[in-house]
Every structure is written in structure tokens, then in C-alpha cells.
């Protein structure tokens, strides 16, 4: 009885979909979030009579043959690179990216990180860093003295002191993007690391080489839709509810046959 362990692959695909939905809409206030979709495959088919053989009574070809599918299986779970809506916070370090690209962070272990969350602020040292104390390249460092604080599109990074007229440079931020941002690892905290998949990181001034450019005193809201997520969830429910009645119809027959004298 074939059926028992294939509903049993549909309920697992079925529960990993909700788990995805869940992470997404436990997400909804996430900066920067980009929701996530899981993604299936068919299993193995098992070859009863394959297309194209002879039949040995008459000889003649058997123009499609019989195949018999053992389930799904999960393929991936990608993200959908979408922009999510830019919300006004007026904050001095508050960056949002328009269109494609991301910060690059230093993580703790020296290496380099990428986050689309502009919630930035500086440490005691006056270190411009993330929410959780990463410091972002490359790195620039506000005066303790500096009044206010101007961020054009391009990233360039302005200080206003009360004994100046003109603003002053402190630096620039630069923006990283990738061949396949779906194939970046992400590793919490809002953050990813580049993998094979991703290709090399490509830094480069805001607004060029296809990537967005830096709205200053806002952030990006997370890019899940809610209304979505629950009519994909209501069809998740009931996909692993349709599974869950095939294997009580596999069970009766099962125990019909057991019946039989």
C-alpha cells in the first residue's frame, strides 16, 4: 500500500509550508524582512511499464507507459527579493535602501556580513554600527560635538558642529549586491554571509551598477503580506488535512483486506 507512506511525504511537505508561513508572519515587523516561500518537488517514480518498450505479444509500442509518483519532497525555501515599503521615522541614523543592495557589517569573527536594516547608531566611540553593535563598513566615525546629521543618496555622510557654517564629510557608506541574493545564507539577526551560490560581493557607490540608493530618516518595512500568508496558509490546512484523510482511506483498505477468508 503505496499510499500511507506517499500522504506521509504530502504532510511533511505540507508542515514544513506552514512553518515557513509562520516564520513569516512572526516577521511582519521585522526591518528590512523579505518573506520566504518554500518550494517542492516530485520524489522517485517508480517504472511499472516504461514509454516506448515493445509489447512482447503483439509488438507493438507503448506510447506513454505507467509511472507511479512516491510523493513530494522539499526543493527549497527562497526568499522573494521584494522592496518592502519605506516608513518615516526622522531618526539621525536611520537609512533605508530603494531598490537593490545591502549594507556590509564586520561580524564578530572578522568576517562580512550583509543586512538590508538601516536602524543604525553609533557606539561610545562614536562607531556608526547596526542595532546589535556590528560596525559597518566602511567604518565611520561621528564626533561627539557634531550638532545633527545629513545622509544625501549617495551615502555620503555630512556633520553640523555649532562653530561651522558648512557641513563637514565624515564618510561614506557604500552599498554590496550579488549576482543571486537568493543564495545568500542568512544567520539571524537580519543578516547574511555569501555563499558559492551568491557569487562574490560586488561593493559599489549607492545608485550605480544597478543598486538603490540611501533615504535618509527612514526604514524599510518587512515585505510580508499578510493576506497572502494567510490564504497560503488556509491551503497548507487543508492540503495536509487532504493527506491526512488519504492515509485513513489506505488504513480501512488495509483493513478491509486483512478481513478477507
Same mark, same amino acid.
Given at each position: ?49 516504461? @514509454?516506448? =518498450?515493445?509489447?512482447? !505479444?503483439? /509488438?507493438?509500442?507503448?506510447? &506513454? $507507459?505507467?509511472? #507511479?509518483? +512516491?510523493?513530494?519532497?522539499?526543493? @527549497?525555501? =527562497?526568499?522573494?527579493? !521584494?522592496? /518592502?515599503?519605506?516608513?518615516? &521615522? $526622522?531618526?539621525? #541614523?536611520? +537609512? ?23 536602524? +543604525? ?141
Amino acid at each position: 500500500m503505496r499510499a500511507l507512506k506517499i500522504a506521509a511525504t504530502g504532510m511533511s511537505a505540507q508542515q514544513m509550508r506552514v512553518e515557513v508561513i509562520s516564520n513569516n508572519l512572526s516577521n511582519m515587523s521585522t526591518t528590512g524582512y523579505n518573506a520566504r516561500r518554500a518550494e517542492f518537488a516530485d520524489l522517485h517514480y517508480q517504472q511499472v511499464a516504461r @514509454a516506448g =518498450t515493445v509489447n512482447a !505479444a503483439d /509488438g507493438t509500442m507503448l506510447p &506513454t $507507459g505507467v509511472q #507511479l509518483g +512516491l510523493g513530494a519532497r522539499p526543493s @527549497a525555501v =527562497t526568499m522573494k527579493l !521584494a522592496q /518592502g515599503a519605506l516608513s518615516q &521615522t $526622522g531618526g539621525d #541614523l536611520d +537609512l533605508a535602501i530603494e531598490g537593490r543592495g545591502y549594507f556590509e557589517v564586520t561580524l564578530p569573527s572578522g568576517l562580512a556580513g550583509y543586512t538590508r536594516d538601516g536602524a +543604525l547608531k553609533r557606539n561610545g566611540e562614536g562607531l556608526v554600527v547596526t542595532s546589535d553593535g556590528l560596525p559597518v563598513a566602511p567604518e565611520i566615525v561621528i564626533p561627539d560635538d557634531a550638532t545633527s546629521l545629513s545622509i544625501n543618496a549617495e551615502g555620503e555622510i555630512y556633520a553640523y558642529f555649532d562653530d561651522a557654517v558648512e557641513a563637514q564629510l565624515l564618510g561614506q557608506l557604500t552599498l554590496v549586491g550579488f549576482t543571486n541574493p537568493k543564495g545568500l545564507e542568512a544567520i539571524g539577526g537580519n543578516l547574511f554571509t555569501e555563499t558559492e551560490a551568491s557569487g562574490p560581493p560586488i561593493q559599489t557607490t549607492a545608485g550605480q551598477d544597478g543598486l538603490g540608493t540611501f533615504r535618509h530618516g527612514y526604514l524599510e518595512d518587512s515585505s510580508v503580506d499578510p493576506v497572502y500568508e494567510i490564504t497560503e496558509l488556509i491551503e497548507a490546512q487543508r492540503g495536509y488535512e487532504l493527506n491526512s484523510k488519504v492515509i485513513s482511506a489506505a488504513d480501512q483498505m488495509l483493513g478491509a483486506t486483512v478481513q478477507v477468508r
